[in-house]
């Protein structure tokens, strides 16, 4: 009796996920522009866009969890892709605000540039920006993944291996001659979709936009992840050589996992860019890929919902210490974390979920 009122609960927490991801979307509008400025629950812009940025964190926990929960991939280079996600919108906002003043970025005029980009002008349109980014982070995880996954590189190979990509790249991306900003990055970002990027309005609706992708991204995966394809990659995770002995092409599961995964990230990147005001080579640097490890592993891995939880509460209570007490923030930050990941093996979300059910069991 007590293993099903646990299952019961555990369910109805999974599922009440994604109203209170709408009920979040819903609200953050409705607390700038109807609450008053005196009332508790009144939300500021800088509010909202802290939440906006934590969705996209979120995203990224969650396109994580799907590998590495699911299939026993580590990977510690997924900020290559949100960097891909990142760039690509940088250039699509630089072509918006050269549209509007006709005056080139810094860094190109630095660089001695007389026009802008030929090639960058092919990301002049929102649609085709997105399309762009599905692609190119589809092409760069696949051709990765295939290399990496028929040559059989498992376990903490291929971690060290995507964490000296993401290292390599991000010194590549310091390099001025690359033409992309250099140390600098991009910024000077004027209107997306046509619309002022600094308004009140588009502000919130980059945070809502963030919240819904969050919520469809959720729902995608859990469906992917109970379907007969989830069940076949938790088995990879498992026992692998067995699979291979079944008949089964293992190295196809995961890359097609892999892929998945790469664009969420991607596409959470390119939420997240318009909501900073600016993309530069830390958007892929090895300390961000190793905090979403982090978010994931404090959250629970193998569960979905524990990837955004943890995302939610590391990032939520960094940005709320990096307030309140900047001098000794990263310490306090450093502790919660020991704390829980020595007590809660599983994770904060492996703490509440019903007994019985273990990360990845393919019964849920």
């Not at 399309?131 to 590189?153: E, P, Q, W, Y």
């Not at 196809?252 to 990230?265: E, R, Y």
């Not at 994931?296 to 955004?308: F, Q």
Request: aromatic share 12%; charged share 10%; with cysteine.
């Amino acid at each position: 009796m007590h293993a099903f009122a646990s299952k019961w609960v555990g369910e109805r927490l999974e599922a009440g996920l994604v109203p209170v991801l709408i009920l979040v979307a819903v609200y953050m509008p409705f607390a700038y522009f109807v609450v008053p400025e005196t009332n508790a629950l009144h939300l500021s812009l800088f509010g909202i866009n802290l939440i906006g940025q934590i969705m996209c964190f979120a995203l990224l926990a969650l396109a994580l969890d799907l590998v590495w929960g699911y299939a026993g991939i580590l990977s510690l280079g997924h900020g290559v892709f949100f960097g891909i996600g990142g760039y690509l919108m940088g250039i699509y906002l630089l072509n918006g605000a050269y549209a509007e003043t006709h005056v080139l970025p810094d860094f190109m005029q630095y660089m001695g540039a007389s026009d802008f980009p030929a090639a960058w002008k092919l990301l002049s349109r929102l649609d085709v920006t997105i399309v762009a980014t599905i692609i190119a982070s589809a092409l760069v995880a696949g051709v990765f993944g295939f290399v990496t996954f028929r040559s059989r590189i498992n376990g903490v190979y291929l971690s060290i291996i995507t964490q000296a990509l993401t290292y390599a790249l991000m010194l590549l991306l310091f390099i001025n001659d690359v033409g992309l900003g250099g140390n600098n990055g991009m910024t000077g970002f004027t209107r997306i979709a046509g619309f002022r990027l600094a308004s009140v309005p588009t502000q919130i609706g980059l945070a809502v936009s963030s919240c819904l992708l969050l919520v469809a991204a959720y729902a995608g995966a859990r469906f992917l992840a109970r379907s007969s394809f989830g069940r076949a990659l938790i088995a990879v995770r498992d026992d692998e050589p067995r699979m291979r002995f079944l008949g089964y092409r293992t190295h196809t599961v995961k890359l097609i996992a892999w892929c998945v995964s790469a664009v969420l990230a991607a596409l959470a990147g390119m939420l997240y860019v318009p909501q900073v005001g600016i993309v530069n080579p830390s958007i892929v640097s090895p300390q961000l890929s190793v905090e979403i490890a982090v978010w994931v592993a404090i959250g629970g891995r193998g569960t979905l919902i524990g990837a955004i939880v943890g995302a939610i509460l590391v990032n939520g209570l960094k940005f709320w210490l990096t307030a309140q007490a900047p001098a000794v923030w990263p310490f306090i930050l450093a502790g919660v974390t020991l704390v829980i990941v020595v007590y809660f093996s599983n994770g904060v979300w492996g703490a509440v979920k019903p007994a019985g059910r273990q990360r990845g069991d393919i019964s849920r």
